[in-house]
T-cell receptor, first 113, second 112 residues
Framework: GQQLNQSPQSMFIQEGEDVSMNCTSS?????WLWYKQDPGEGPVLLIA?????ELTSNGRLTAQFGITRKDSFLNISASIPSDVGIYFC?????????????FGTGTRLKVLA | SQTIHQWPATLVQPVGSPLSLECTVE??????LYWYRQAAGRGLQLLFY??????ISSEVPQNLSASRPQDRQFILSSKKLLLSDSGFYLC???????????FGQGTRLTVV
């Protein structure tokens, strides 16, 4: 089945720094979703991407749908302490003919004040 | 606007006891509904999904079952809980294939 590989698995950064994380797959995705999960909470949708090459921003967050449709990245500019959490990429499973979503393993972000 | 409600937020249950977690969606009709489990510090494991009333697809063999008695209600159950059933359970919904999925707040289940 389809898999999504996220990197890095975790990262420590200083407040104010920019952050970049990515998500790759060996197969094509038609939609890329980026979520953030705070401790003890459900994931919250940050950005949805629907077209190859699409670049979308949400405040300090910017995400892009890779041209090959096999990757996506998420950038966070000028990080702040509340950016701490786990970031997941996800996409609908296009190989099984079902309504399932494939989730990456997550990037755990820790911001040092 | 659409909202998703999941309860309870936390639950501590003894081994061998039954389980019932409920999820409801408001503001939409005929949603696709999902139950996920998340172990501490880990990713999301899909347990069940449903595309309509009474239609349940199971992803992994386990001690749990799911039901969808009404269009916007999704229930996760167990007759006898095991220690390994502990985890963070998340309900999610979306509208149609390939659209964004939205999650509930989750239920932290501890089996003791």
């Amino acid at each position: 089945g389809q898999q999504l590989n996220q990197s890095p698995q975790s990262m420590f950064i200083q407040e104010g720094e920019d952050v970049s994380m990515n998500c790759t797959s060996s197969s094509i995705f038609n939609t890329w979703l980026w979520y953030k999960q705070d401790p003890g909470e459900g994931p919250v949708l940050l950005i949805a991407l629907y077209k190859a090459g699409e670049l979308t921003s949400n405040g300090r967050l910017t995400a892009q749908f890779g041209i090959t449709r096999k990757d996506s990245f998420l950038n966070i500019s000028a990080s702040i302490p509340s950016d701490v959490g786990i970031y997941f990429c996800a996409g609908p499973d296009t190989t099984s003919g079902t309504y399932k979503y494939i989730f990456g393993t997550g990037t755990r972000l820790k911001v040092l004040a | 606007s659409q909202t998703i409600h999941q309860w309870p937020a936390t639950l501590v249950q003894p081994v061998g006891s039954p389980l019932s977690l409920e999820c409801t969606v408001e503001g939409t009709s005929n949603p696709n509904l999902y139950w996920y489990r998340q172990a501490a510090g880990r990713g999301l494991q899909l347990l069940f999904y449903s595309v309509g009333i009474g239609q349940i697809s199971s992803e992994v063999p386990q001690n749990l079952s799911a039901s969808r008695p009404q269009d916007r209600q999704f229930i996760l159950s167990s007759k006898k809980l095991l220690l390994s059933d502990s985890g963070f359970y998340l309900c999610a919904w979306n509208q149609g294939s390939g659209t964004e999925a939205f999650f509930g707040q989750g239920t932290r289940l501890t089996v003791v």
